[in-house]
């Protein structure tokens, strides 16, 4: 979810290049489908970007004439085979790496017990979420005085904090300005553009407080939605968005101090957080009562299994990261490790599927449709298109492989790889009449960043430690499905085999690009001002020409004109 903004200048003009109702329709075979148009992620990555999926009505009548696949209108956002098998990843015995354990109490303002009586109590915010992967996971707030209630939903991959700010047919609450004696506009206007989705609005200040959040009310930068397009959709049960990323990525610009950095700033709490959604195996368009964790200013050992590993934050602008590797059924795509992090790979909360660069997303269905045990497999299940169904009596995961991400570990020689099941990306959204249940894909294709959304952060409890510029990754002991979990991790391996750096040097970020813009907008202003003057200034003496002033051959430009 990349923020964007549109000026005019004179005289020049910048060109920015940025990176329902379905009839079915009879298939041979006795399969029957309804054609399916994507519809954009709700959340602005929301990020990278969310999708929120509408309501799906089908006609029960027609579940028992189809058997096997189904194509929806969904409304959710977001290999060539490897050539022989690699050697197998070499286990280096854990030593002083990353993988870590802390002892309770904080050090370079990590935080990992909380006083109960003070200001972080941290089992205070455990189940402070609600939502699913395909809508997103909210926090209830209070905003103004009197306080008003709004669900606000977590985004990883934003920056700005706001809230509808008049009527929309597509929320059931919206923040009222007039109502808040404590509310004061700053008459600033911005606009955030998503990887689908928009809003424009107004830029303020008022006090919130977190029910189940730090004790306390605080003076927040909160900008109010007046217009919004594809960002509030049907069926959403937050009304505004919390951007947790970095200052970089805040409209109109980084001067705006974000939530998170106030809440620092103001609350005197450790500059971290962490997040847990729970929504493994559930429908991903379901009641939206799954529940989560935010935690503010720290880390809660009852949210996570085993060690904490940690990744770098490349670049403080998304929580960018550094992907070495991928593996579909324990095979090595083989691919250059750039090609993963072309142009980023982040981690955004606020994204609802995997999303993998075209060239890895093409080697990663290419391996699992070579791996999985189904013959024959419908293109559109692949695109999104299409719903896959089978018997409510079957249980289609163990049909389909294993996925691994390789990140690299703090200490640069070693990797760690994060794995999900199946339960994770084949993903379960509505059932067919009586005996019919139906499955998405959870993992597409994307333009320009490869983004860890829901699909793989259900998995996980996942620490975003600001302090120590490093995001990290546990086990979630919320992500089982039947009794069995459904994510792994295992470490540290040697990174021998991959280059030792997988990220492009040359990274155009739209900050960059932006100061670029205004440095020619000036320098084009500075030769136009010239010109004017030069045009405006009078002839300090004019010149009669008499016979002596006839231009000879000799010294003539024609003579010596360039050829």
């Given at each position: 979810?990349?923020?964007?903004?549109?000026?005019?200048?004179?005289?020049?003009?910048?060109?920015?290049?940025?990176?329902?109702?379905?009839?079915?329709v009879?298939?041979?075979?006795?399969?029957?489908?309804?054609?399916?148009?994507?519809?954009?992620?709700?959340?602005?990555?929301?990020?990278?970007?969310?999708?929120?999926?509408?309501l799906?009505?089908?006609?029960?009548?027609?579940?028992?004439?189809?058997?096997?696949?189904?194509?929806?209108?969904?409304?959710?956002?977001?290999?060539?085979?490897?050539?022989?098998?690699?050697?197998a990843?070499?286990?280096?015995?854990?030593?002083?790496?990353?993988?870590?354990?802390?002892?309770?109490?904080?050090?370079?303002?990590?935080?990992?017990?909380?006083?109960?009586?003070?200001?972080?109590?941290?089992?205070?915010?455990?189940?402070?979420?609600?939502?699913?992967?395909?809508?997103?996971?909210?926090?209830?707030?209070?905003?103004g005085?009197?306080?008003?209630?709004?669900?606000?939903?977590?985004?990883?991959?934003?920056?700005?904090?706001?809230?509808?700010?008049?009527?929309?047919p597509?929320?059931?609450?919206?923040?009222?300005?007039?109502?808040?004696s404590?509310?004061?506009?700053?008459?600033?206007d911005?606009?955030?553009?998503?990887?689908?989705?928009?809003?424009?609005?107004?830029?303020?200040?008022?006090?919130?407080?977190?029910?189940?959040?730090?004790?306390?009310?605080?003076?927040?930068?909160?900008?109010t939605?007046?217009?919004?397009?594809?960002?509030?959709?049907?069926?959403?049960?937050w009304?505004?968005?919390?951007?947790?990323?970095?200052?970089?990525?805040?409209?109109?610009?980084?001067?705006?101090?974000?939530?998170?950095?106030?809440?620092?700033?103001?609350?005197?709490?450790p500059?971290?957080?962490?997040?847990?959604?729970?929504?493994?195996?559930?429908?991903?368009?379901?009641?939206?009562?799954?529940?989560?964790?935010?935690?503010?200013?720290?880390?809660?050992?009852?949210?996570?299994?085993?060690?904490?590993?940690?990744?770098?934050?490349?670049?403080?602008?998304?929580?960018?990261?550094?992907?070495?590797?991928?593996?579909?059924?324990?095979?090595?795509?083989?691919?250059?490790?750039?090609?993963?992090?072309?142009?980023?790979?982040?981690?955004?909360?606020?994204?609802?599927?995997?999303?993998?660069?075209?060239?890895?997303?093409?080697?990663?269905?290419?391996?699992?449709?070579?791996?999985?045990?189904?013959?024959?497999?419908?293109?559109?299940?692949?695109?999104?298109?299409?719903?896959?169904?089978?018997d409510?009596?079957?249980?289609?995961?163990?049909?389909?492989?294993?996925?691994?991400?390789?990140?690299?570990?703090?200490?640069?020689?070693?990797?760690?790889?994060?794995?999900?099941?199946?339960?994770?990306?084949?993903?379960?959204?509505?059932?067919?009449?009586?005996?019919?249940?139906?499955?998405?894909?959870?993992?597409?294709?994307?333009?320009?960043?490869?983004?860890?959304?829901?699909?793989?952060?259900?998995?996980?409890?996942v620490?975003?430690?600001?302090?120590?510029?490093?995001?990290?990754?546990?086990?979630?002991?919320?992500?089982?499905?039947?009794?069995?979990?459904?994510?792994?991790?295992?470490?540290?391996?040697?990174?021998?085999?991959?280059?030792?750096?997988?990220?492009?040097?040359?990274?155009?970020?739209?900050p960059?690009?932006?100061?670029?813009?205004?440095?020619?907008?000036?320098?084009?202003?500075?030769?136009?001002?010239?010109?004017?003057?030069?045009?405006?200034?009078?002839?300090?003496?004019?010149?009669?020409?008499?016979?002596?002033?006839?231009?000879?051959?000799?010294?003539?430009?024609?003579?010596?004109?360039?050829?």
């Amino acid at each position: 979810m990349k923020p964007g903004r549109g000026e005019a200048a004179p005289f020049f003009f910048l060109l920015l290049l940025l990176l329902p109702l379905a009839a079915p329709v009879w298939q041979p075979g006795g399969l029957c489908s309804w054609e399916a148009t994507p519809a954009p992620r709700a959340a602005a990555g929301m990020g990278t970007p969310l999708a929120a999926p509408g309501l799906l009505l089908l006609f029960a009548g027609t579940a028992g004439l189809c058997r096997a696949f189904f194509s929806f209108p969904l409304r959710v956002s977001h290999p060539a085979a490897p050539g022989g098998s690699p050697p197998a990843p070499v286990v280096l015995r854990p030593g002083s790496g990353s993988r870590q354990q802390d002892p309770l109490g904080g050090a370079d303002g990590l935080a990992l017990a909380s006083d109960p009586g003070g200001t972080l109590n941290f089992l205070a915010m455990v189940e402070n979420l609600q939502g699913d992967s395909g809508r997103g996971y909210y926090l209830e707030m209070l905003i103004g005085t009197p306080p008003q209630a709004l669900n606000i939903l977590v985004d990883t991959g934003s920056s700005n904090f706001a809230v509808a700010g008049v009527p929309d047919p597509d929320v059931t609450s919206y923040f009222n300005t007039e109502l808040s004696s404590t509310y004061k506009s700053q008459g600033i206007d911005v606009t955030v553009k998503y990887s689908q989705g928009s809003w424009t609005g107004v830029l303020g200040t008022d006090v919130i407080t977190i029910p189940k959040g730090i004790d306390g009310s605080y003076t927040i930068n909160i900008a109010t939605i007046l217009e919004s397009e594809n960002f509030f959709l049907p069926g959403v049960k937050w009304h505004g968005i919390l951007g947790l990323a970095y200052d970089a990525l805040a409209k109109p610009s980084s001067s705006v101090e974000t939530f998170f950095d106030s809440l620092v700033r103001q609350a005197k709490i450790p500059n971290i957080f962490s997040l847990q959604m729970c929504g493994a195996g559930l429908p991903v368009s379901g009641s939206g009562t799954n529940g989560g964790s935010l935690v503010l200013g720290g880390i809660e050992p009852s949210l996570y299994q085993g060690d904490i590993w940690y990744t770098p934050v490349k670049e403080e602008w998304y929580y960018q990261v550094e992907i070495l590797k991928l593996e579909v059924g324990g095979q090595n795509l083989e691919l250059d490790c750039r090609e993963y992090n072309a142009d980023k790979a982040i981690v955004d909360s606020g994204t609802t599927l995997l999303r993998l660069p075209q060239k890895v997303f093409s080697a990663v269905v290419q391996a699992i449709a070579h791996t999985s045990l189904i013959q024959e497999f419908s293109s559109g299940f692949w695109t999104g298109s299409q719903l896959a169904c089978w018997d409510k009596t079957e249980r289609p995961w163990s049909l389909f492989p294993k996925l691994s991400i390789y990140l690299r570990d703090e200490n640069s020689s070693r990797s760690f790889r994060i794995s999900i099941l199946p339960q994770l990306y084949i993903q379960p959204i509505l059932g067919i009449g009586e005996n019919l249940q139906c499955y998405r894909f959870g993992i597409s294709s994307s333009t320009n960043a490869l983004v860890i959304g829901a699909t793989v952060m259900e998995g996980f409890y996942v620490i975003f430690d600001r302090a120590q510029r490093r995001v990290g990754f546990a086990v979630s002991p919320c992500a089982e499905v039947d009794g069995s979990p459904v994510s792994e991790i295992e470490g540290p391996f040697t990174t021998a085999d991959v280059a030792s750096n997988c990220v492009s040097s040359v990274s155009f970020h739209e900050p960059v690009l932006w100061i670029a813009s205004y440095a020619l907008m000036s320098l084009c202003g500075i030769i136009l001002l010239v010109l004017i003057i030069l045009l405006l200034i009078p002839p300090r003496c004019q010149h009669r020409y008499t016979d002596n002033d006839v231009v000879n051959d000799e010294s003539s430009l024609v003579r010596h004109r360039w050829k």
